[in-house]
C-alpha cells in the first residue's frame, strides 16, 4: 500500500470516538449560537441589505420603500429568522472545520487530498450563487410581479381602447396596490439566494462522483439534451414566469454543467495517469476502453 493510501494512524476505540464526535458537536453549537447572537445585533441592517432590490424596484416607480407588518411578532420573527440564517454562515467554517477533524482519520491520505478542496470551493461557489441572485436575479423577479400588477391593466385597457383605471377620475374599477409584507418579501429573497447557491454546487457535486467513479465526462456529454430539459424544468420551477430571469438561469447552470463535464474530464485523466505510473493501466486498456 502506497503512503498516499495509509489511514490516520490515530485509530481510537467507540467510546473515544463518541466523545470527540460530543466535543466536536459542542464546539459547533457553541460557535453556531455565538455567530446568531452577533448576528442579531446587525439583523436590521442585514434586514436592509436583503431589501436592498426591492427598495430600488419601488424608489423606481414612485412609491415609498414602506413594509408592513400584520402580527405583533412578525418583525421580530424575520429578524430572528436572519439571525439564524447569517449565524450559520458566519459559523460554517468552525463547523466545517470540526467535521473535518472528526471524520479525517477514517479517511486515507489520498483521499483527504482530494475532498479537502472541495470543502474549501463549496461554501465560495455558494457565495457566488448567492450574489448572482441578490445582484441580479432578485431585481427582476421584484419588478416583474410588482410591476404585473400595473401591466394587466394597461394591457386591458390598450385592448379596448378605454382610459386605464389609474389615469379615470371617479373610476369604480378595482386598483391593486401594492403594500409589502415584511416577511413574505423576505421569504422570497431568500428563497433566491438559496436556490442560486444550491445550483452553484454542481460542479462540486458532478466532480465528487467523478472523483467516486459514478458519473464520467463521456456520460455526462451523452446526456447533455436531457440536463438541458432539467435545467429548463428547474428554471421554470424557482423562479418567477419571467423569460428573461428563466434564461439567465438557464444560461448560468447551463455553464456551470459544461464546467463539471471539463472538471471531471480533468480528474479522469489524473487518475488514469496515476493508474499508468504504478503499471495498473496501459495504452492497450485505453483503447478498449474508448472502443468500449
Known amino acids: 500500500m502506497s503512503s498516499e493510501d495509509r489511514i490516520d ?29 452577533a448576528c442579531f445585533t446587525v439583523a436590521q441592517p442585514l434586514l436592509g ?61 489520498s483521499e483527504q487530498n482530494a475532498f479537502l478542496p472541495f470543502l474549501f470551493a463549496s ?33 386591458t385597457a390598450y385592448i379596448t381602447g378605454t382610459i386605464p383605471p389609474a389615469l379615470s377620475e371617479g373610476s369604480t374599477e378595482l386598483r391593486t ?4 409584507s415584511i416577511r413574505e418579501s423576505t421569504d422570497l429573497a431568500l428563497k433566491f439566494i438559496f436556490a442560486f447557491g444550491l445550483c452553484f454546487q454542481l460542479p462540486v457535486l458532478l466532480t465528487l462522483m467523478g472523483k467516486a467513479g459514478l458519473v464520467s465526462a463521456e456520460g455526462l456529454g451523452n446526456v447533455r439534451k436531457w440536463a438541458v ?15 428573461i430571469t428563466q434564461i439567465i438561469l438557464f444560461t448560468v447552470v447551463y455553464g ?3 464546467m463539471s463535464i471539463q472538471l471531471v474530464r ?8 496515476r493508474l499508468r505510473d504504478e503499471g495498473l493501466l496501459d495504452d492497450k486498456d485505453d483503447e478498449e476502453d474508448a472502443k468500449a
Not at 136 to 150: H, K
Not at 266 to 273: G, Q
Open 9 to 37: 494512524d490515530s485509530a481510537a476505540p467507540l467510546v473515544e470516538h463518541l466523545a470527540e464526535l460530543r466535543t466536536r458537536l459542542i464546539r459547533s453549537v457553541l460557535a453556531f449560537v455565538v455567530a446568531m447572537m
Open 49 to 109: 441589505f436583503i431589501q436592498q432590490p426591492l427598495i430600488e424596484v419601488l424608489a423606481a416607480r414612485g412609491q415609498n420603500p414602506d413594509l408592513i407588518f400584520t402580527a405583533p411578532q412578525e418583525q421580530f420573527f424575520v429578524l430572528v429568522r436572519i439571525s439564524v440564517i447569517g449565524g450559520f454562515a458566519l459559523s460554517f467554517p468552525v463547523i466545517g472545520h470540526q467535521l473535518w477533524r472528526f471524520v479525517a482519520p477514517g479517511l486515507y491520505t
Open 123 to 155: 461554501p465560495i461557489l455558494f457565495l457566488l450563487g448567492a450574489s448572482f441572485a441578490h445582484y441580479v436575479v432578485t431585481p427582476l423577479a421584484m419588478s416583474f410581479f410588482i410591476g404585473f400588477a400595473d401591466a394587466i391593466p394597461q394591457l
Open 177 to 180: 396596490v401594492f403594500l409589502g
Open 229 to 243: 430539459v432539467g435545467i429548463l424544468t428547474l428554471a421554470a420551477l424557482i423562479t418567477p414566469p419571467d423569460v
Open 256 to 258: 456551470l454543467y459544461e
Open 266 to 273: 480533468i480528474v479522469e485523466m489524473r487518475r488514469d495517469a
